[in-house]
């Protein structure tokens, strides 16, 4: 029971916080404005949406094939195939329940490559750090490029006073679950002990692959990719069409922080994005059709990919 209740949470809260994210935005402009995001809705250029599309399913695919440098380490084999539309599967689930599509595409090399849980696992984990490196690299390019807009925007959105107390709280919670870790005897710390030994194989992988500087490459690649994606993406409307560099650098990390710590971007992409562009002088109804026509297509590319692998993947692998 308490299960259902925790998974039903983790579905019904992120969307609610989205929904409440889009409400208190909307509640904000007057009915010109609505009709404003409306009219850049209409007159968006959507041959520029469509290559910004493109270039994201590349991502996809560059992804797929990333993934098997680590799993044929591990002495598995895994086709592209499987690899791609596990990807795409769990891109789809990561729009219900959050982080869930790692745990998938895991259980999906499993049954049609008969790769153990762990070590796929442990490959995502590995996976998922390694692009957290990347986001991080971008958001210190950010500050570098563009630090008094960066300093503006966080400042205005969290108190310096809260900002304090987090960081606080996060060092706190830090040491605390690495004594427990480390001098605790309770049987849950135990087991979750053996989960992550059972990571570890996964997690070494990278450093320990024949192949890991053509997996680096194609990290590289696969960031390139989003970055054009949102270069692109920027040319639909004429208000974001001549963003410099450094503000496309600064709007990227924006949302790249919006999806990656909510339920893929829903309410919060468009929203931090019409907010960031403030700061370059974009009123916040083009921010906004800016924000929303972006994730729409980025969704729609995950939905009608995530449905099509389902469709194939037992298909492909009758045999």
């Known amino acids: 029971m308490k299960n259902q209740v925790s998974k039903w949470l983790s579905i019904v ?44 399913f590349i991502g996809n695919a ?24 596990a990807v795409n599967i769990g891109y789809l689930l990561n729009l219900t329940v959050p ?14 490559n008969n790769i153990p849980f762990d070590k796929g696992f442990g490959t995502i984990v590995a996976e998922r750090l390694i692009d957290m490196i990347f986001l991080l690299f971008f958001m210190l390019l950010s500050v570098v490029l563009q630090f008094k807009i960066v300093k503006a925007f966080i400042l205005d959105k969290i108190p310096l006073q809260l900002m304090t107390l987090l960081s606080i709280f996060g060092i706190l919670f830090l040491i605390v679950f690495v004594l427990i870790y480390k001098y605790s005897k309770l049987k849950i710390v135990a087991v979750f002990k053996e989960k992550i030994s059972g990571l570890k194989e996964g997690l070494l992988s990278i450093i320990h692959m024949k192949e890991k500087w053509k997996y680096f490459f194609q990290t590289i690649l696969i960031w390139i990719s989003y970055l054009i994606t949102y270069y692109i993406a920027t040319k639909v409307i004429p208000e ?13 990390v924006v949302g790249s922080i919006a999806i990656a710590f909510t339920n893929s971007g829903f309410g919060a992409y468009p929203f931090l994005t019409s907010k960031v562009l403030l700061f ?9 059709a800016f924000g929303w026509i972006i994730w729409t297509s980025q969704m729609l590319l995950v939905l009608l990919l995530g449905l ?12």
């Open 99 to 112: 982080k869930s599509g790692e745990i998938s595409r895991a259980l999906i090399v499993k049954k049609y």
């Open 280 to 288: 370059y002088a974009i009123a916040e109804p083009a921010g906004t």
């Open 13 to 56: 809260i992120p969307i609610l916080l989205g929904i409440g994210i889009i409400v208190y935005q909307y509640s904000k402009f007057t009915d010109a404005q609505i009709n404003e995001i409306i009219g850049y809705f209409k007159n968006a250029d959507y041959f520029y949406v469509c290559l910004a599309v493109f270039v994201g």
């Open 308 to 319: 099509l692998s389902f469709l194939l993947l037992p298909i492909l692998n009758r045999k």
């Open 240 to 252: 974001t069409s001549t963003l410099t560099f450094e503000a496309i650098i600064t709007c990227f």
């Open 62 to 85: 560059i992804r797929a094939y990333r993934w098997k440098y680590m799993l044929d380490h591990l002495g598995y084999d895994s086709s592209f195939q499987n690899n791609f539309m």
